[in-house]
């Protein structure tokens, strides 16, 4: 099972983009980078008991060359070896992600989840890679489920925020947006998903809140912002 103080330092990555990503990411590859930024898998087994040094050190060597077949596949192997290790999948799916083999991704993750259900990091990656796979519905279903375990991390409300915006629900949409930045009002990509809908749903004045907030935060994500309120 994920240790306490892992899921923490996690849970405080989560509310970081990789700002650096954004010129050359789709925001679905950008929002699952944020969630596993590179270097997250092998940080993760770093700090996790039952893990063989020989282990962390081939996972690092696979990230740092960013061969992510044969990461996925040193980390299916040991999952045959330990079907209940959570952090296998972790790893498994974090490669099948980066190889944007997303189904397998989610099948992997669906197994984090079902192996540590009261680890809401699990929930989050899978609704993730969902998305990626086209499936926003099912996304929505996972993260709800998430918020049934706890409804604090802005993160999961703001996941929430942008499988409705897929599923075009903008007014759910909004109002996940808005429910994260009550809980964490500096998160740029909450802030952009918001201002996305609003225009959507032709609210202006949200629009411009939200994009005040991203040039007040020195958002990348402003200048998208605001090229999408300047189209006709």
Known sequence: ???????????STLAALLLSALAACTPQQMLLSALVPDGA???????????????????????????????????????????????WRLVAGYARSQARDFERAAAHF?????????????????AEAQREAGRPERAVVTLERALQIDREPAQTWRLLGDAQADRGRHDAAVEAYRRALGLQAGMAPAWFGLGRSALRLGRDRDAAEALANLQRLQAPQAAELLRLLAKP
């Open 1 to 11: 099972m994920l240790m306490a103080g892992t899921v923490g330092f996690y849970r």
């Open 41 to 87: 898998a092998s940080v993760l087994l770093g700090n996790l008991r039952g893990i063989a040094d020989a282990n962390r050190r081939q996972v690092a060597e696979l990230e740092y060359k960013g061969d992510w077949p044969a990461l996925a596949a040193f980390a299916e192997h040991n999952i045959g070896r330990d079907s209940f290790s959570a952090e």
């Open 110 to 126: 669906a197994e984090m989840v079902r192996i540590a259900p009261d680890e809401v990091l699990g929930y989050q990656l899978l």
